[in-house]
């Protein structure tokens, strides 16, 4: 499994768009590239994933170059209800799966 | 919400004593994992089962056990537990085994005195 490497919090404020970003050197041609929203005392929620170049969805953008080592995630306008920690992590599909998280990184959104 | 269901959601229980925690996955979701989240260690992979199967090991103790029964739910027996146990346990399930977009519930809370 790919190690991932995230900033370990960060600021911002409402309205502002955040950007993420998550180093994956290892990663291998198989895995995929997901990310999580964890709100306290809550289980984490699935928010996007991608393979390569960019996925968008109603919640966040994925973007990933072409080399896959890293990958940002895209919060556009950012309101309080964003504060949270966002987790970055590198899976494959296979038989034997081993979602594995990260530290992730505090995301702190002022008014 | 999620469509995972996790009872109890609160559990108080004694040292050396055994607990089972219960988690309903998301219809038609074959497979199920399980996670401990302490304060100081993080979200910890413990166990993934699909369709009755144990799948994939991470960091489970030898104190823990779990199962998958034919109508998919899961339970995770914890025995002989200790106060490092405390933590918040979550399911989460998926369609594939193979799949990195699980669902969570919302975890039960133990706590041991």
């Known amino acids: 499994l790919a190690k991932t490497t995230q900033p370990i919090s960060m600021d911002s404020y409402e309205g502002q768009e955040v950007n993420i970003t998550c180093s994956h050197n290892n990663i291998a041609t198989n895995d995929y590239i997901t990310w999580y929203q964890q709100f306290p005392s809550q289980g984490p929620r699935f928010i996007i994933q991608?393979?390569?170049t960019k996925v968008t969805n109603e919640v966040a953008s994925l973007f990933i170059p072409a080399d896959r080592k890293s990958s940002t995630l895209s919060l556009p306008r950012v309101s309080l209800s964003d504060t949270a920690v966002y987790y970055c992590l590198v899976a494959r599909y296979s038989s034997a799966s081993k979602i594995i998280f990260g530290s992730g990184t505090r995301l702190s959104i002022r008014p | 919400d999620s469509g995972v269901t996790q009872t109890p959601k609160h559990l108080i229980t004694a040292t050396g004593q055994r607990v089972t925690l219960r988690c309903s996955p998301r219809s038609g979701d074959l497979s199920v994992y399980w996670y401990q989240q302490s304060l100081d260690q993080g979200l910890q992979f413990l166990i993934q089962?699909?369709?009755?199967?144990?799948?994939a090991k991470g960091n489970i103790l030898e104190r823990f056990s779990a199962q998958q029964f034919p109508d998919l739910h899961s339970e995770l027996n914890l025995s002989s537990l200790e106060l490092g146990d405390s933590a918040l346990y979550f399911c989460?399930?998926?369609?594939?085994?193979?799949?990195?977009?699980?669902?969570f519930g919302q975890g039960t809370r133990l706590t041991v005195v």
């Open positions: 991608g393979y390569k």
């Open positions: 089962y699909y369709n009755g199967e144990e799948r």
């Open positions: 989460a399930s998926s369609l594939e085994t193979g799949s990195t977009e699980a669902f």
